[in-house]
């Protein structure tokens, strides 16, 4: 078993598998001519069409503004570097600039057109050479924290690489071949006349073993021993493991140790140990290799993973725990790639599988060599969908789906059982019998005779079936298409099988695969429509909590006890102990994200092997589950009015009150998990509990109250682990200063002499304007008093007519004018309704001009004369007290005879019982 594993990982190598990033992923231009990182873990992609950030999650571009003085000088990156201080450098056609990560923008050092940039190498910090196309410049912080640009002394010649150990600069002329040595102590350059005549010249770099690397845009790669001077250069040799390519582009050295060396040609890794080449491939048929042959750059990230720029293929990003998963590698045509119906392994170490329509391959893994092995001359016929090896290995049982069962004995002859047809799976008794599962039903395999009897199930009537299992206690489980049914299989003494003690559990159907627990234990069982856990005869469908398909195709169980599932939207790992799940796909180096039907297999040392529909899948769970990447999360920004902030982790910022509603971006730089991860946030103070978000890497907060606040940031990787680092901001929003103690205290103190003098106003004026009603009403009502004694009730409406004109004499005229209308209204006077436009009408003038006549012979207006009638008429009804008031209140036009009371009042100053007559009350 370890040997197949061992043989399957030593061509590991050759299957590199990438994550790409290019423009349909967002990036600006799909040709990387550079790439460096932050220290904040950010990635930066220089491109031909601008530049562009990536943080794990989003990718942000930067691209020249005229109207902006502040962008990139020029969309034509052509070298992004980062120094020990952590300011980004960014290169372009027309000059130098450096990011400034807390406006998010760019400040100009060097503004030139037509200007190539050939290396950078940072002397010491806040000193950066720079080799030009003008010269070799030097950038220098001065005594004002601003950097000065001057041209380095002793190096009037073009530069085209830098490479610097301790005090000492090595670094090749361009154009002419010629290597050199400054002594940064002392000035001193010395020429380094043993090294060969190489050109074009691209970079130098020193790695971990102390040599010298120059790699060389034409003639290969050279490695220099700094110590004696010695060299090997290693170069392209037609039909050799050797460098795949003259044109080497650059170099990195990956976490292993191997030298990973990008050229015009594809990737080569060379083995310093023992000079051994090994070339991996663009493949435009595998999305997980190399998206384009001519690597352009090529660097190191922080997490041990190697970047590769391409030529429009955009980015390509590998990382070891991206590749965990094996395809099974030198497989034969119509092996490679194809359905995996079965496999299984025979006593040898030797792997058997059995595909869709493409028959059964062995796999010798010990010659590592593959061959086919035929069953039938017809493809029909290979259609493989179970393999079971005897329990003393000598047989192997192969299920197929048209072509019956075969039976391979151990000298490798095939004997063919062709009923039952459709055969699904198959599990045996003993060494003499087997229980065969297919379409047409259960059947009993007498394997010494090569004889097939039908075996009947209680109530069900040759139901297709698809897979079988023991539980190890006398119980078979069999899943069907309509059922999971749990009986007793057992042969009499006259060699008939028979079927007892059947129990059908409800809720389970379409059944892909089983395991039988034994005792107490649950037993599993992967279907079309999720995952069933079944104990005491129950059922329970399992919430994994994971989004993705529910489609369940296989599953076993590795050596910790957790499950492993193949499912149509990718891997399952689901652990019963405490519920948690993980799902792996594509995103975390799966070949591809569906897989068949019970098709799964455990081997001794642990490793499982998946069927799918791009070949057999090979890991080791433990590699997984103990997935050790965690990433600790960054704040990147915090943005509000009018401010925007690059914050350190555990530090503070102040907003203003006009700044209250704000907005904090974050990220965590996880290229492994390659947006898979989810945060976890909260501000202290202000969110009542955590918040939890995946594809949304910010947090915006609306009117935040005056006070301090705490915000605390944890990112989950995908397998549920929470990062042990958190980031951590104090934020405190100032409160204005009117709602400052202050100016509160005075509010309160002048809104109480508010209230004190409105109180006393309000009560003087009420006082005032009582003694006012009082007096007026005593003056009115004895008025009042006199000329009804004065006025007999012959005379009433002629004094009445007298009291409308308030004492104004009249003439004849006027007189029976007045009297007229009088007369008009009383006829009137019930109606509710009536107005001056239907007095007007009545005396056959205009409403203007009665309002006009009334106006200057009584000086009150129209609407005065009605209601001074309606209320004339209801003081002589009430001095006659015969009617109730309510009457009275209608007969006079008024809707009810509380607002009959109220005007009535008004109007006179009395009410209407003052006015009642003794005989009415």
């Known amino acids: 078993m370890k040997l197949l594993l061992l043989c399957i990982l030593a061509s590991a190598v050759q299957s590199i598998g990438f994550t790409s990033l290019d423009v349909s992923d967002g990036m600006s231009h799909n040709s990387i001519i550079s790439i460096t990182q932050t220290p904040d873990g950010q990635m930066w992609l220089g491109t031909y069409d601008g530049l562009n950030r990536f943080d794990g999650f989003d990718i942000f571009t930067y ?100 490479c610097k150990k301790d005090s000492l600069l090595y670094f090749a002329r361009r154009y002419t071949k010629e290597f050199f040595c400054k002594d940064l102590g002392s000035g001193a350059i010395t020429k380094m006349e043993k090294l060969p005549q190489l050109s074009e010249i691209v970079s130098m770099d020193i790695l971990s073993d102390g040599h010298l690397w120059i790699s060389s845009n034409r003639e290969g790669l050279c490695r220099v021993n700094l110590e004696d001077g010695s060299y090997i250069i290693y170069r392209h040799k037609r039909g050799e493991e050797s460098l795949c390519s003259n044109f080497v582009r650059g170099i990195s050295e990956a976490p292993d140790g191997t030298i990973w060396i990008a050229t015009g040609y594809n990737l080569s890794i060379l083995d310093p140990s023992n000079g051994i080449f090994r070339t991996v491939e663009s493949d435009r048929t595998d999305p997980r290799s190399l998206s384009n042959y001519s690597i352009t750059s090529i660097f190191r990230s922080s997490d041990g993973g190697i970047w590769l720029g391409t030529f429009y293929g955009g980015a390509n990003y590998y990382h070891p725990r991206r590749n965990r998963f094996h395809l099974l590698e030198g497989a034969p045509k119509g092996l490679d790639g194809s359905i995996i119906g079965g496999m299984a392994v025979d006593s040898g170490g030797s792997l058997w599988i059995g595909t869709n329509r493409n028959g059964l391959f062995h796999y010798d893994a010990q010659k590592g060599l593959f061959r086919r092995f035929p069953l039938s001359d017809s493809p029909e016929k290979e259609d493989i969908k179970r393999i079971c090896f005897s329990s003393d290995k000598k047989r192997a049982y192969v299920c197929t789906a048209f072509g019956g069962l075969n039976i391979i004995s151990i000298d490798g002859s095939v004997r063919n059982i062709p009923y039952p047809n459709q055969v699904y799976d198959i599990i045996e008794e003993n060494d003499r019998y087997a229980w065969i599962c297919s379409m047409s039903g259960l059947f009993l395999l007498d394997s010494s005779k090569g004889h097939v009897t039908r075996i009947s199930i209680e109530q069900l009537q040759n139901p297709p079936l698809f897979r079988i299992a023991s539980d190890g206690d006398g119980h078979y489980w069999i899943g069907a298409e309509n059922f999971l049914l749990r009986c007793r299989l057992w042969i009499d003494d006259e060699a008939e099988g028979h079927c007892s003690d059947c129990e059908m559990i409800p809720g389970v159907s379409k059944v892909q695969d089983l395991i039988a627990g034994k005792g107490q234990e649950s037993t599993w069982a992967a279907c079309r429509t999720g995952l069933y856990e079944v104990r005491s005869g129950e059922a329970r469908k399992v919430s994994l909590g994971t989004p993705g398909s529910s489609v369940f195709r296989s599953i076993c169980r590795d050596s910790g006890g957790s499950l492993w599932m193949g499912t149509d939207n990718g891997l399952y790992c689901y652990n019963p102990e405490d519920g948690s799940a993980i799902v792996f796909d594509s995103n975390d180096g799966l070949p591809g994200n569906t897989f068949n039907a019970s098709s799964v297999l455990a081997l001794q040392d642990g490793t499982l092997v998946f069927g799918s529909q791009n070949g057999a899948i090979l890991f080791d769970p433990s590699e997984l589950k103990d997935d050790e990447n965690c990433t600790a999360p960054i704040i990147s920004a915090v943005i509000a009015k009018d401010f925007r902030c690059s914050p350190s982790n555990n530090g503070e910022i102040v907003l203003k009150h006009r700044q209250n509603t704000f907005s904090i971006e974050f990220f965590a730089p996880d290229y492994v998990s390659w947006k898979q991860g989810s945060f976890l946030y909260r501000l202290e103070g202000w969110d009542p509990e955590w918040i939890e978000t995946r594809n949304l890497r910010s947090a915006s907060y609306t009117n935040v109250k005056g006070g301090s606040y705490r915000f605390v940031l944890q990112y989950r990787n995908p397998s549920g682990s929470l990062c042990d680092d958190t980031a951590v901001l104090q934020i405190r929003v100032l409160s204005p200063w009117y709602l400052t103690h202050l100016a509160i205290t005075l509010y309160l103190f002048l809104g109480l002499c508010l209230i004190v003098g ?164």
Not at 113 to 118: I, L, Q, R, S, W
Not at 128 to 143: C, F, K, P, Q, Y
Request: glycine content about 6%; overall charge negative; aromatic content about 10%.
């Open 758 to 921: 409105l109180i006393q106003y309000f009560v003087i004026r009420k006082e005032a304007s009582t003694r006012e009603e009082m007096n007026k009403v005593i003056v009115e009502k004895d008025s009042e008093i006199s000329r009804l004694r004065q006025l007999s009730e012959d005379n009433l409406r002629s004094s009445l007519l007298l009291r409308f004109c308030q004492g104004r004499e009249i003439s004849d005229p006027d007189y029976d004018f007045l009297s007229r209308a009088y007369s008009i209204v009383a006829e009137n006077i019930s109606d509710e309704n009536w107005s001056v436009g239907d007095l007007a009408t009545a005396l056959g003038i205009g409403r203007t001009r009665l309002h006009v006549r009334i106006t200057e012979i009584t000086g009150n207006s129209s609407l005065y004369f009605i209601k001074a009638v309606r209320f004339s008429e209801a003081e002589k009804l009430l001095k006659q007290g015969e009617l109730p008031i309510s009457e009275i209140s209608s007969m006079v036009g008024f809707r009810t005879p509380a607002y009959f009371s109220t005007a009535f009042k008004a109007f006179t100053g009395f009410t209407p019982k003052q006015f009642q007559s003794p005989r009415s009350k």
């Open 63 to 162: 691209r020249h503004s005229e109207s902006d003085s502040t962008s990139v000088l020029s969309n034509q990156i052509v070298r992004v570097e980062v120094d020990s201080g952590g300011r980004l450098w960014v290169c372009s056609d027309s000059g130098v600039d450096i990011y400034d990560p807390g406006s998010d923008s760019f400040r100009h050092l060097i503004k030139q057109k037509n200007f190539n940039v050939y290396d950078l190498q940072e002397l010491e910090p806040g000193r950066m050479l720079i080799a030009t196309n003008r010269g070799v410049l030097e950038a220098a912080d001065d005594s004002g924290g601003e950097m000065a640009v001057s041209r380095y002394p002793g190096m009037d010649f073009r530069v085209g690489a830098f």
